[in-house]
């Protein structure tokens, strides 16, 4: 297990650029402020011609959904993805006010309960990073489904 919530990776395919854009759109919506409903398709966010910024729809409403960065470069022999993958602002502002109030517990209470508030927070930083990893997991998969139709494409 990786000990950072990041992960870089890029995926190379026979496609041409204005091809993936186009299926990365058919499987996005865009971000509305007040929704009733989660939306149907697998992706919110926005892409553009040559970048993208997307969150997986999680079904199971998990607060550890990873964002997707990524820059599409159209290349000789077919194009060439390029997805940074970092948790969003929710889960990383959740992380650090429990980080906070734990630390000023620790202020006002004194230094003999410095070890039990350093187990919790290195147990909260772990769930963070499980959380992170599961779902960076499986939005990896659906995006390199989505990008790569044929055989001979690859994720390295």
Known sequence: MKLLPFESYTIDTTCLAGELVARLQSHTERPRFIQ???PLSEFVGWVSDNEFRIKPVIRSGSSFVPELFGRIVPGPDGTRVQVDM???LAALTVVAALA???GMMVFYSGP???YAIAGEILLAWLFSIAGFWLEAGRSRAKLVEILC???DERTA
Do not use: E, K, L, Q
Request: proline fraction near 13%; glycine fraction near 6%.
């Open 36 to 38: 009733p409903a989660r």
């Open 86 to 88: 970092v948790p969003s």
């Open 100 to 102: 906070g109030t734990i």
């Open 112 to 114: 003999r309960v410095f």
């Open 149 to 151: 139709r044929s055989r």
